[in-house]
């Protein structure tokens, strides 16, 4: 988990220093989040998420 986080922070610091500002930066990234909730909370409506346990029938 820490080598996941610490590429977010890598990801953060090299948009800064390539002249992006801390904002637009963040602005972005909660853009993707918000992106990424919307296709999981349509694929849920859709019903085409696994609902996870065991199948009917499974032993």
């Known amino acids: 988990m820490m080598f996941v ?4 922070s890598g990801a953060v610091g ?10 637009l930066v ?3 990234l ?8 919307i296709v999981l909370v ?3 409506a859709d019903g085409r998420l696994p ?4 199948p009917a029938g499974a032993v």
């Not at 090299?14 to 904002?23: C, E, I, K, P």
């Not at 909660?30 to 909730?37: C, D, P, Q, S, T």
């Open 5 to 8: 986080q610490a590429l977010g």
């Open 14 to 23: 090299l948009a800064v220093d390539g002249g992006a500002s801390y904002t």
């Open 26 to 28: 963040f602005r972005v």
């Open 30 to 37: 909660a853009g993707g989040v918000a992106v990424i909730l």
């Open 42 to 44: 349509g694929l849920y």
């Open 51 to 54: 609902a996870g346990g065991r």
